[in-house]
């Protein structure tokens, strides 16, 4: 992996330098820790780092939500979010402002969150120009010691892996899963709605995949195992999807 210039905004002084050895352990460079909105912003203009990492709870009167606005609007950089916070309430309003290359809660563990800025990084360079027209359907994940080209469409579903701080990525045309050093948090946001669907808390599904629901299973496109569908998420599930009723004598 290249070595990145990385941004860290966090008020608090311990733990932006936990951050900053963490970084710099993994071959990165920190060319500064801003602490505030208008520190953040002179870092971002002076420094021109290639990714930042923002805690969304700054002090002051402008949170890191605002502060992620204002450097986009001067230019485009992948920000990785850090919150204390586990509401979801937290999450949806940074993804109602922007579009966090990836978001970790506090406390994290140093390889997931090196993980996650550096496939944040990868993900990002891999994007086309505007001049080159729209994105390709793929990412890359991390898998064993590099990164692997998914392709999106071919995901049949994501579960998590019972024990581990890792996930198995099920894929049409593919006998077995991939094993992507992630958590299903973690990923969640690179397999949103309305293509994906978290049916339970340890499985995301494709939609576009589903081939049969008889009871409470569900068949997808090349799975031979049917998934079961919990009940309380079965009518959510049933109005994703354009269910034909029968009509009634």
């Known amino acids: 992996m290249e070595s990145l210039s990385v ?13 900053r050895r963490t970084m710099e352990k993994a071959g990165h460079t920190v060319p500064a820790c801003a602490r505030s909105f208008n520190d953040a912003l002179s870092a971002a203009v002076t ?57 970790l809660t506090k406390p994290f563990r140093a390889p997931d969150l090196v993980r996650m800025v550096e496939l944040a990084w ?43 701080h890792s996930i198995h990525l099920f894929e049409v045309y593919k006998k077995t899963p991939r094993t992507v050093q992630l958590s299903i948090a973690e990923i969640e946001h690179y397999f949103s709605p309305p293509v994906f669907y978290r049916l339970s808390r340890s499985l995301i599904v494709n939609l576009h995949l589903v081939d049969r629901i008889e009871g409470s299973c569900l ?26 009723k029968r009509s009634r004598k």
Not at 52 to 63: E, K, P
Not at 82 to 102: M, V
Not at 219 to 244: C, F, H, N, Y
């Open 7 to 19: 941004l860290i905004i966090e008020d608090e002084i311990l733990v932006a330098e936990d951050l």
């Open 47 to 103: 420094y021109m780092p290639d990714i930042v990492i923002l805690d969304i709870h700054l002090a002051g009167s402008r949170d890191g939500i605002a502060t992620a606005q204002e450097i986009l609007a001067h230019r485009q950089v992948p920000i990785v979010v850090l919150t204390g916070s586990t509401e979801n309430e937290t999450y949806i309003r940074a993804r109602r402002n922007f579009t966090p290359a990836a978001y």
């Open 122 to 164: 990868q993900n990002f360079s891999m994007q086309p120009k505007e001049s080159e027209g729209p994105s390709q359907n793929h990412i890359f994940l991390p898998v064993e010691k590099g990164f692997e080209k998914i392709v999106k469409a071919e995901v049949a579903y994501i579960a998590t892996r019972k024990s581990t």
């Open 219 to 244: 068949w997808l496109q090349d799975i031979t195992t049917p998934l079961v569908v919990p009940e309380s998420a079965k009518a959510d599930l049933m109005r994703k999807l354009t269910i034909g």
